[in-house]
């Protein structure tokens, strides 16, 4: 079993970067993807960014190429860095992990969760 806890977050000006971290707890070695969510009130969850644990591929969302960036940091710990935020980029934001080759950005895929972390452009 996996933990895993997010941490940063916060509130931002329109054009401001944050910067988002995730750290996993338990059997870390298994995990092959690592990725952030996020989601607004009435909205489904969608991916943001993923990361192969090992070779290190990413996939973004259309909507944050170019912006935000996914790395792994360590064995399981993933930052997202976030530049040139906007208003839209406003919700709560979930790291997952997996043990199994999955779609990166499909949410229904990964079995671990984090407790989210808000983040509000305004």
């Known amino acids: 079993h996996v933990q895993l806890v997010e941490s940063g977050g916060g509130s931002v000006q329109p054009g401001g970067s944050l910067s988002l971290s995730c750290a996993a707890a338990g059997d870390t070695s298994e995990l092959r993807f690592m990725a952030w969510f996020r989601q607004t009130p009435g909205k489904e969850r969608e991916g943001v960014a993923s990361?192969?644990?090992?070779?290190?591929?990413t996939y973004y969302h259309d909507s944050v190429k170019g912006r935000f960036t996914i790395s792994q940091n360590g064995p399981g710990t993933i930052s997202l860095h976030m530049n040139r935020l906007t208003p839209e980029d406003t919700a709560m934001y979930y790291c997952?992990?997996?043990?199994?080759?999955?779609?990166?950005?499909?949410?229904?895929?990964?079995?671990?969760w984090g407790q989210g972390t808000q983040v509000t452009v305004s």
């Open positions: 997952a992990a997996d043990s199994r080759f999955i779609r990166p950005l499909a949410p229904d895929e990964y079995d671990y």
């Open positions: 990361i192969r644990t090992t070779g290190g591929a």
